[in-house]
């Protein structure tokens, strides 16, 4: 398996509050991607990076923010969390660009 | 936008039966094609890709697909499918050209392997 990791894997908070989801990389890939998955829907992507510092909107992007500052970590932000965000989200890296794409683990984000 | 169908939502089969699932894209240009499973619990583990040359690929576990251009369709088969293949698979295609970052998935298919 790819060496990703996110952190943390479980969690559970209450609407209103900020929540910061952790994707780190041992790969040295260049692109890195955050997804949400929930029934009936597939993977939707939220957010995605082409590089340090350079991140572009997904297909689902409202309410999320994210942050690259270093090739192997890539934060997902939600503000404000609101229970509609409550899905397992997955983290993924490819290299080259179109490349396959690996997943981490998930984390199962719980909003009350 | 591009956009990827998966005809089954839901499908048993017994052991040692065979397995076709059904995938579909609707963009007209050159794409890359994979097909992704997820056993209960887990991450996604990339079963298969296509990007150029024959179209028909074989992954691992016995899993094979075929690109068939003319129909925009990329099924999964398998000759004999087996209890441990009980799992979610989910068919993505992303454009091969210049500025597209993105993979697009099927919406999946739950497979379940009955004893």
């Known amino acids: 398996d790819a060496g990703i990791t996110q952190s943390p894997r479980h969690k559970v908070t209450e609407t209103g509050t900020p929540v910061t989801l952790r994707c780190h990389q041992t790969?040295?890939?260049?692109?890195m991607y955050w997804y949400r998955q929930d029934p009936g829907h597939g993977l939707r992507l939220i957010h995605y990076?082409?590089?340090?510092?350079?991140?572009d909107k997904g297909e689902v992007s409202d309410g999320y923010s994210v942050s690259r500052s270093k090739t192997e970590d890539f934060l997902l932000t939600l503000e404000s969390a609101t229970s509609s965000q409550t899905s397992v989200y997955f983290c993924?890296?490819?290299?080259?660009?179109?490349?396959?794409?690996?997943f981490g683990p998930g984390t199962r984000l719980t909003v009350l | 936008a591009q956009s990827v169908s998966q005809h089954n939502h839901h499908v048993i089969l017994s052991e040692a039966a065979s397995l076709e699932l059904g995938c579909n894209y609707s963009?007209?240009?050159?794409?890359?094609l994979f097909w992704y499973v997820q056993y209960p619990g887990q991450h996604l583990q990339l079963l298969l890709k296509?990007?150029?040359?024959?179209?028909l690929v074989k992954g691992i576990k016995g899993f094979e697909a075929e690109f068939i251009k003319s129909k925009f369709s990329f099924n999964l088969r398998k000759p004999s499918v087996q209890w441990s293949d009980t799992a979610e698979y989910f068919c993505?295609?992303?454009?091969?050209?210049?500025?597209?970052?993105?993979?697009?998935f099927g919406k999946g298919t739950k497979l379940s392997v009955i004893p």
């Open positions: 790969e040295n890939h260049r692109y």
């Open positions: 990076s082409y590089g340090v510092k350079d991140t």
């Open positions: 993924a890296i490819s290299e080259p660009l179109l490349g396959p794409q690996f």
């Open positions: 963009y007209g240009g050159t794409v890359n």
């Open positions: 296509y990007f150029s040359g024959d179209p």
């Open positions: 993505a295609v992303t454009l091969s050209g210049a500025g597209s970052y993105q993979l697009t």
